[in-house]
């Protein structure tokens, strides 16, 4: 059995403006705050002496590595995110930053959401990917336009009910 898998696919480089600087705050935070407490809790943990019977300097040790890990990826994901701003030429029509209000045509029900980057999806919101199946399907749509949509579940039919923009 081999370990090797395909590369996954590239998310879309787009976000919102206040994804973009949630991010950004987030790298603040990571590089000012908690990196520089880590790293003197690790000297503290080191100077106790013998390192491999250590689980504080283990422990911080990992952490600073997830620290750095994610600063990482924050300053290269941040270099390459375009932020959208403002409404696009066609509010009548679901595009990025769209919040909208679909319904299911077999049992009825609804459910809002709203197109985000994928860096900034939160399920418990109705933010969803633009790069997600759901998302795919209902961009161009307009109200009271129905579409089909595979999702995990199996295929689902759903109709638009309402669209608008912040």
Same mark, same amino acid.
């Given at each position: 059995?081999?370990?090797?898998?395909?590369? *996954?696919?590239?998310?879309?480089?787009?976000?919102?403006?206040?994804?973009? +600087?949630?991010?950004?705050?987030?790298?603040?935070?990571?590089?000012?705050?908690?990196?520089?407490?880590?790293?003197?809790?690790?000297?503290?943990?080191?100077?106790?002496?013998?390192?491999?019977?250590? @689980?504080?300097?283990?422990?911080?040790?990992?952490?600073?590595? +997830?620290?750095?890990?994610? /600063?990482?990826?924050?300053?290269?994901?941040?270099? /390459?995110?375009?932020?959208? +701003?403002?409404?696009?030429?066609?509010?009548?029509?679901?595009?990025?930053?769209?919040?909208?209000?679909?319904? =299911?045509? =077999? *049992?009825?029900?609804?459910?809002?959401?709203?197109?985000?980057?994928?860096?900034?999806?939160?399920?418990?919101?109705?933010?969803?990917?633009?790069? *997600?199946?759901? @998302?795919?399907?209902?961009?161009?749509?307009?109200?009271?336009? +129905?579409?089909?949509?595979?999702?995990?579940?199996?295929?689902?039919?759903?109709?638009?009910?309402?669209?608008?923009?912040?």
């Amino acid at each position: 059995m081999s370990r090797w898998r395909p590369p *996954s696919e590239h998310s879309t480089a787009i976000i919102t403006r206040a994804g973009f +600087e949630r991010l950004r705050a987030e790298l603040d935070e990571l590089w000012r705050l908690r990196r520089p407490e880590v790293v003197k809790a690790l000297a503290a943990a080191a100077a106790e002496g013998d390192r491999s019977e250590n @689980a504080e300097y283990t422990y911080r040790k990992k952490q600073l590595g +997830e620290i750095d890990r994610r /600063v990482r990826y924050l300053s290269k994901r941040l270099e /390459v995110l375009k932020v959208a +701003e403002g409404r696009p030429s066609d509010p009548g029509a679901v595009f990025f930053g769209a919040r909208f209000e679909i319904e =299911d045509t =077999d *049992s009825g029900e609804t459910a809002r959401y709203r197109i985000v980057g994928p860096d900034e999806t939160d399920a418990k919101a109705g933010d969803i990917s633009v790069d *997600s199946p759901l @998302a795919r399907a209902a961009l161009k749509k307009r109200v009271d336009d +129905e579409f089909e949509v595979a999702l995990p579940a199996g295929p689902r039919r759903y109709a638009i009910l309402a669209i608008g923009y912040d």
